[in-house]
């Protein structure tokens, strides 16, 4: 009963990223996307696996194949047997479910970094940004901005500051 209670534990630690790559497959499907949507939703708990079920229904509906572990579960049952040819369409899938993950990790990040630089200077969350106010720099702000960036990559680090108005350097 040891290993019950790690497998439970494994469980709950995958629960949001099982849920996450399905969703990631999904957008990435391109016209596929409604038949992966579909695919997953309806096929998710076929498995044993509260969480294998989850990428691997949204594959199967993305690609529009069945994925079968013969004697328990048929995903996309409908769908023919994959072929030799659907295991680059898997990888190129999977690289563009990766690279929208990234772009929204990336995103997200930024949105947090922002977020903290309001709140150092005192603006509200929902609080207009003013264009004029924020520059780009490559010397952690040091410099003034792009226009007084010459000595930038000297170990400093590149991003966007806000300013204390225009051309009178960065906070």
Do not use: C, I
């Amino acid at each position: 009963w040891l290993g019950k209670a790690g497998a439970r534990a494994d469980d709950l630690a995958n629960w949001l990223p099982a849920r996450l790559a399905a969703l990631l497959l999904v957008a990435a499907a391109g016209k596929q996307a409604g038949r992966a949507w579909r695919t997953w939703r309806r096929d998710r708990g076929l498995t044993a696996s509260p969480n294998a079920g989850q990428p691997m229904s949204a594959m199967a509906g993305a690609l529009g194949v069945a994925l079968e572990k013969v004697g328990h579960y048929t995903l996309g049952a409908e769908f023919d047997k994959p072929t030799v040819a659907h295991v680059d369409q898997a990888a190129a899938l999977m690289r563009r479910a990766v690279w929208l993950g990234v772009l929204l990790a990336g995103g997200a990040a930024a949105n947090q970094r922002l977020q903290r630089v309001n709140r150092k200077e005192g603006m509200k969350d929902d609080e207009p940004y003013n264009q004029e106010s924020w520059t780009y720099s490559l010397d952690g702000g040091r410099s003034g901005g792009v226009d007084g960036a010459a000595g930038g990559l000297y170990g400093g680090r590149a991003g966007l500051y806000r300013s204390r108005g225009r051309g009178q350097g960065n906070s």
